[in-house]
């Protein structure tokens, strides 16, 4: 996609564009709908200490359906020894390095197959086989393999997140070197000399990525810990040289323990277990693997899988919120109850910074929750941390007894089963009593967030209780639609400091509120205790001398140079493009910043002073891009006192370029009053949309035949009657150029927008450069 600005205002306001949502599913998972794998009992042999390992899995299974002739395993660039029945008998068998394709009987009932082998595993970077720095060792997902998941580069398996097997593992080693797998250890064998055998048994049924080998010198550090249903043992596997290390790492794994089980319901694993490995970390059930020197969120963030992740596994990878967004918000959690709310407000704080900062720049669009592209599965900006914040905002929807409440029911309903944001949606909604289809349908199916602004905040002064009222404007950080039903806490402040906290609901693009209050507030501020995560991050601060206000999460500096007293500073920065009038925009010839913009307000005296500070970066990937279109000396700052007020030029600031070219720049503010503030960039060409079409020539547009409208795949422009065109550009509701080509026929022009996002476009049609006609059209799904 362009990011290419057109240079004049669209007049209208484009309603909420038609949405598709779909349930994804995943080609490799068809084969669990016809076969269902029970268990895998493996062999072993490490004995040799080379890179290379020699198997023998021997797969217990049962048909679905009658009538199954092969059994299709996943095993990646292996070596086949035999393939046999359990007499022994020889099967037929194609292998392609990546499927072993084995012929098998059509009768019903339950069958076993086995699987000799051997070979160098596969590893990418992170995820696979690994021998590093003395360890052996896997890690069940790959973040740039896919499908992601890597249970086959050590055994023959079905490699998905729906097929769930119990798991015999025998791991034979020597040199003190020991075989840790998942599950409970059952017996050691002492062959001759330094060789054992260790014997792993997991009795919960798990996806092949959840089983985690290591080997090395380990020592065990046994405990237990009581848990809801008996008492969990626990084991901690690290050199002896490390066992200080891992002890101080999880000194307070018991406590988290609790936390989870109290928030989530009981731990319903054989054990806890931890082992220590070089790079990780990975959340093998009851064998976690990590590397010393994380920080112990890391800790409580994989044994959270425990619950997300591993006892409800999400269906395909296009949903892996429900694993990792889920186990980043479990340690929101476990921040809360350990360390307190301000903790918990903190981490998610940082993480809302920088998704709505960061994660369309660093993923290459803003994308919904359900449904990130496989390449993007393993995002820390769209997956984790927008996952953890958008659990928190589902917190906030249905208040803390109905979340846990229902958190509890979708881990009862579907543990040691997969499921769907589908699934998670009924099943709340069945367990809190409480509709979620406008939550579901914004925040978990559109890509990203909505802002909200205040405006027209008016008092009026009333014996007993004051009367305020205000109006809340919707804009779009990221998002397609408008969201509903988006609850809202309102603190009014008046000028002796005085707060008191209301909550409102926000529906539409504008809305009136009218609250009543003992004080006489004249201030306005949402989200105050930051219960909800939007396209707004801001800093509060309290002043007693002058100095840099904190400004952390809105990278708008603002500095106090004389002070008469106190004053309380709130600096906001909103990740959406503020509104502005049409006319103002034309006379302004100034084309404002699309994806940001500032307030700062608060309460200070007269002869109080500030000033201010912001750094712009629009070079390509950077948060401001599109911003500068000629050059950075044209970029100028907006002002206005309030919402009530038209945008206007700055009167006191200065434009810094160091480098002339690179698009980056500051902007001093000289004098800070507390208001609006927004990025623009001059351009004579602006005009309003209809007086971009001279009037003698508007009646081309009628003589312009588009169709079909909606459309889904192509879009026809039929020329017959008008003047002449050279170009069409659709810009979309933000006036971003998502498309333009070259109009090559005098009559017809087919233009392919099936890859484009459903939504309502205005096209243009131009000649030589000029606007000559211009209509929209809206793109649905097929």
Request: charged content about 20%.
């Amino acid at each position: 996609m362009k990011t290419i600005f057109s240079a004049f205002i669209i007049l209208l306001w484009i309603a909420t564009p038609l949405l598709s949502q779909t349930q994804w599913t995943a080609s490799e998972n068809e084969r669990s709908d016809t076969i269902d794998i029970l268990a895998y009992k493996i062999e072993l042999d490490l004995s040799d200490n080379s890179n290379s390992i020699k198997g023998i899995c021997e797969i217990t299974f049962q048909p679905k359906i009658k009538g199954v002739d092969r059994l299709n395993l996943d095993l990646l660039e292996l070596q086949i020894d035999a393939v046999t029945d359990t007499a022994g008998t020889t099967l037929p068998y194609q292998y392609n390095d990546s499927v072993l394709s084995i012929e098998i009987d059509t009768n019903m009932g339950t069958k076993k197959v086995k699987v000799e082998y051997h070979g160098v595993p596969f590893h990418e970077g992170w995820g696979g086989w690994h021998n590093q720095s003395g360890y052996t060792f896997n890690l069940g997902v790959g973040f740039k393999s896919i499908p992601h998941n890597l249970g086959k580069t050590w055994h023959p398996c079905f490699d998905n997140f729906v097929e769930r097997a119990k798991y015999t593992v025998a791991i034979k080693t020597s040199g003190g070197r020991i075989g840790v797998g998942s599950g409970i250890l059952q017996k050691t064998d002492t062959l001759g000399g330094d060789t054992t055998v260790n014997h792993w048994m997991l009795s919960q049924t798990i996806p092949t990525y959840l089983y985690g080998i290591s080997i090395t010198n380990y020592k065990e550090l046994k405990s237990s810990v009581q848990g809801l249903n008996g008492m969990v043992p626990i084991s901690l596997f690290a050199r002896a040289s490390d066992t200080n290390a891992m002890k101080a790492l999880t000194r307070n794994l018991d406590t988290i323990f609790h936390i989870f089980e109290n928030r989530f319901g009981p731990y319903l694993w054989d054990k806890i277990g931890y082992q220590v490995t070089p790079i990780g970390a990975m959340e093998h059930a009851t064998n976690i693997s990590i590397p010393l020197g994380i920080p112990e969120s890391t800790v409580a963030h994989e044994l959270a899988h425990h619950w997300w992740g591993n006892l409800v596994t999400c269906e395909t990878d296009r949903d892996m919120w429900i694993n990792e967004g889920m186990a980043v918000f479990c340690a929101y959690v476990y921040h809360e109850d350990l360390y307190g709310r301000a903790n918990y407000l903190q981490e998610s704080r940082s993480d809302h910074y920088d998704v709505v900062k960061n994660a369309h720049l660093v993923d290459g669009d803003y994308f919904p929750l359900s449904g990130v592209p496989r390449v993007h599965t393993y995002s820390s900006y769209h997956v984790y941390k927008r996952g953890g914040l958008i659990a928190n905002n589902l917190r906030t929807y249905l208040g803390d007894q109905d979340f846990f409440n229902g958190m509890k029911a979708v881990l009862d309903s579907f543990k040691f089963n997969s499921a769907n944001s589908y699934d998670i949606k009924r099943v709340l909604e069945k367990s809190t009593g409480k509709d979620l289809t406008s939550f579901f349908d914004r925040w978990i199916f559109e890509p990203g967030f909505p802002d909200f602004v205040v405006e027209d905040v008016l008092l009026e002064p009333r014996s007993g209780l004051n009367k305020l009222s205000f109006t809340l404007r919707q804009l779009m950080g990221g998002s397609n639609a408008l969201y509903s039903e988006v609850p809202l806490e309102v603190t009014l402040m008046d000028e002796y400091w005085n707060t008191e906290v209301q909550n409102i609901v926000m529906n539409g693009s504008t809305k009136s509120f009218e609250l009543m209050s003992p004080y006489a507030p004249t201030k306005v501020f949402l989200n105050s205790d930051r219960k909800l995560n939007y396209a707004m991050t801001f800093d509060e601060d309290i002043l007693t001398s002058p100095r840099v206000v904190s400004t952390q999460y809105t990278d708008f500096t603002v500095r106090c140079t004389q002070l008469a007293d106190s004053a309380f500073v709130r600096t906001e920065a909103h990740w959406a493009g503020a509104y502005i009038n049409p006319k103002n925009a034309a006379v302004l010839k100034a084309r404002i910043q699309h994806n940001r913009h500032w307030r700062v307000d608060g309460l200070a005296k007269g002869s109080d002073k500030f000033t201010g500070q912001i750094i712009f970066n629009a070079k390509k990937a950077s948060y401001d891009y599109g911003l500068v279109k000629s050059a950075e000396d044209s970029v100028v700052l907006l002002y206005r006192k309030n919402s009530a007020a038209e945008w206007e030029i700055h009167s006191n600031y200065e434009l810094i370029v160091a480098l002339p070219g690179d698009s980056i720049g500051i902007i001093k503010i000289n004098d800070l009053q507390f208001g609006e503030f927004a990025l623009a960039e001059r351009d004579t060409s602006i005009k309003l949309l209809p007086d971009a079409v001279p009037k003698e020539e508007r009646i081309t547009l009628s003589k312009v035949f588009v169709y079909p409208n909606p459309t889904s795949n192509m879009l026809n422009f039929d020329f017959t009657g008008s003047q002449t065109f050279d170009e069409v550009v659709l810009l979309n509701y933000r006036g971003m150029e998502v498309r333009n080509e070259p109009i090559t026929k005098a009559l017809l022009l087919q233009m392919d927008v099936k890859e484009i996002k459903d939504g309502v476009y205005f096209y243009l049609l131009k000649n030589q450069n000029e606007i000559k006609a211009y209509g929209r059209f809206v793109k649905v799904s097929q």
